[in-house]
């Protein structure tokens, strides 16, 4: 079993800057690729991001590309995502997810979820 917690999350007015994190305990992730999801009030989870095990590839969706980067320390078992000139589109809920070796953005393939961190934009 693998749990994560996001923390990071906050209010910033729209331009700013919010970095979280994914502290993830149980098992190492470093055999894992590792996902951010966002959903919004009243919207489906929606992929944001995601890395390769190894952090060699990374992918992102387009509304968040040149904006967000996410990255990893297998040695800290942690996953982050910053997040850049954010947008009041970007209000929602984060989640970080996790799944072993295979690499996808795909929601329901993610075997493990953190609860959530709450990211408000305001403008």
């Known amino acids: 079993q693998v749990q994560l917690v996001e923390s990071g999350g906050g209010l910033v007015q729209a331009g700013g800057s919010l970095r979280l994190s994914c502290a993830a305990s149980?098992?190492?992730?470093?055999?894992?690729?590792m996902g951010w999801f966002r959903q919004a009030p009243g919207k489906e989870r929606d992929f944001v991001a995601a890395i390769s095990w190894s952090g060699s590839s990374t992918n992102y969706a387009d509304s968040v590309k040149g904006r967000f980067t996410i990255s990893r320390d297998n040695a800290k078992n942690t996953v982050y995502l910053q997040m850049n000139s954010l947008k009041p589109e970007d209000t929602a809920v984060y989640y970080c997810a996790a799944v072993r070796r295979s690499y996808t953005m795909v929601r329901a393939e993610y075997d493990y979820w953190g609860q959530g961190t709450q990211v408000t934009v305001s403008s």
């Open positions: 149980g098992r190492t992730i470093s055999s894992y690729t």
